[in-house]
């Protein structure tokens, strides 16, 4: 079986996000990372080379494959935050209805500017995303 890239690192969140382009991302980038910690109580860490992530779950898809994630990760691309919510996106249908401008994808929500969107809403869902996490997935440590 392939070794997964997706895994936690040493590598300093900080020092990763002064890269972000444009500085706009960056800062909208480190105001997610922030409400993660905030939420969670943990420090953000790197997750492969692109995912800043807190917490960590493990899954196994029926097909057998298994490995462990983030229970909240961001990642701030070219085009846009994206946000990783434990569970997908569907469960958080009523809460993302309230969030502002935004797009979804197969387990992952897509903001472009987080002027866009209602940060009291945004922290209701990475809380509600939390929540599931540890009660549908208990078997790890959250460090």
Known sequence: MAEM????????????????EPPERASDARAVAALM????????KMWGSSIVGVGRYRYRYESGREGEMCRLG??????NQVLYLAGGQSRFEPILDRLGKHT????????????????????????????????AHPDLPIA
């Open 74 to 79: 961001l990642s701030p691309r070219k085009a």
């Open 37 to 44: 910690e905030s939420i969670s109580g943990h420090e953000p």
């Open 104 to 135: 979804t994808g197969k387990g992952c929500l897509y903001i472009r500017n987080l002027s866009d969107v209602d940060m009291g809403v945004l922290e209701e869902l990475l809380a509600s995303s939390w929540a599931w996490s540890l009660a």
């Open 5 to 20: 890239k997706t895994t936690v690192n040493d590598a300093g969140v900080g020092a990763w996000l002064d890269t972000v």
